[in-house]
């Protein structure tokens, strides 16, 4: 026999899956001029846990976006990067994590690949005229080539280190 909930106080409020809270803007709008979170979900009839994760909805776009990012990852395999850098040049406030948190609250398994292969040419060229920040600063050079300083400061780095391998004769 399960446990004896018959002393407990029903507190009237609804589970998340049965709930719709009308005019989430006008929550949203209460709730960033300080009233508290406990409050508006008491007034609501819904746990303030379940009015959170209402909230950040909006903040992570609407379902209907939701329901885009979801499809551009997996029905047109566009990477996750370039999905939240399009959505931020349109003007929604997302972050990569933000897109894989959609993704994974959908079920959606991320892919696995270590990210597009860029192609730097002439990496010796690009290691002479940095000179290991005593030449070309690591950004213009990054720039010119078109990748993030980090990608290229790991690109010289591993060459380094392949460099100094072969002339200690490991092989």
């Given at each position: 026999m399960g446990p004896d909930f018959s002393g407990q106080e029903d507190r009237g409020r609804t589970l998340a899956g049965e709930a719709d809270i009308?005019?989430?803007?006008?929550?949203?709008?209460?709730?960033?001029?300080?009233?508290?979170?406990?409050?508006?979900?008491n007034e609501l009839g819904v746990s303030s846990r379940f009015l959170r994760s209402r909230l950040r909805e909006i903040r992570y776009?609407?379902?209907?976006?939701?329901y885009q990012i979801i499809e551009r990852y997996t029905q047109e395999q566009e990477p996750a990067t370039s999905i939240a850098k399009d959505l931020r040049a349109r003007g929604v406030s997302i972050d990569l994590w933000q897109v894989y948190d959609i993704l994974k609250k959908a079920g959606v398994p991320r892919r696995k690949g270590g990210g597009a292969k860029c192609r730097i040419p002439d990496l010796s060229d690009l290691a002479r005229r940095h000179a290991r920040g005593r030449g070309e600063s690591l950004v213009a050079l990054a720039d010119e080539v078109g990748v993030h300083p980090d990608t290229l400061r790991i690109h010289l780095r591993e060459a380094r280190k392949r460099k100094k391998s072969e002339s200690s004769g490991g092989s």
């Open positions: 009308p005019d989430l803007g006008r929550i949203a709008e209460r709730h960033a001029k300080g009233e508290s979170l406990a409050a508006l979900a776009g609407e379902i209907a976006k939701r």
